[in-house]
């Protein structure tokens, strides 16, 4: 079998299913449920790729004029660092905002700067992130020069980019982008 960019999404841990990934050894899996299960998963599959994920009641709104993205990123890493602290290394990345929706220039450049801070923190800690984490569609094509910052601080931190894209198996061409 060659190569294959399908993966797993995990918002909790139910019986079975880390020993299922554990035996598929897929790329890529994305949780949300920080179990110490995980750390004999990554133990069985080594090359998996796996990126953390906290669910947070507030995340910040890069629309936000009076959003401040440096405080914003130091909030957020605060949260995130103890539980990267307590997945070490079984986590190969953690993510930011989950599927930021960016109205304009303004709010891009909030957004590339709050990952772009993100990632500078969590690198002092010896964390790698993602930045992005866009949805469908989502940042609008000419927003994407103010997320540079952002992009040059992923490569400057050994992090990468994260997008959310959907419409697998279709490929839809209704779909603004695609899978």
């Known amino acids: 079998m060659g190569y294959s960019l399908l993966g797993a999404h995990v918002n909790m841990t139910v019986g079975g299913l880390s020993e299922t990934i554990a035996d598929w050894k897929p790329p890529l899996v994305v949780i949300l449920d920080h179990s110490d299960v995980w750390h004999s998963v990554k133990a069985a599959s080594p090359k998996t790729v796996f990126v953390g994920r906290i669910v947070r009641d507030d995340?910040?709104?890069?629309?936000?004029?009076?959003?401040?993205?440096?405080?914003?990123?130091?909030?957020?890493?605060?949260?995130?660092l103890p539980w990267a602290e307590r997945m070490g290394g079984t986590y190969t990345f953690w993510q930011g905002v989950n599927e930021p929706v960016v109205h304009s220039a303004e709010g891009m450049e909030r957004c590339a700067a709050f990952d772009a801070e993100r990632a500078r923190i969590m690198d002092n800690h010896g964390v790698r992130v993602v930045v992005g984490s866009f949805s469908v569609g989502n940042p609008h094509f000419p927003y994407w020069r103010e997320f540079l910052p952002a992009l040059e601080a992923a490569r400057q931190y050994n992090g990468a980019l994260a997008l959310h894209e959907y419409a697998w198996p279709t490929l839809d061409h209704e779909w603004p982008w695609y899978l």
């Not at 995340?59 to 995130?80: K, Q, W, Y």
Request: aromatic share 4%; with cysteine; charged share 25%.
């Open 59 to 80: 995340e910040p709104d890069f629309n936000n004029p009076a959003l401040n993205p440096i405080v914003a990123a130091r909030d957020h890493c605060s949260e995130v």
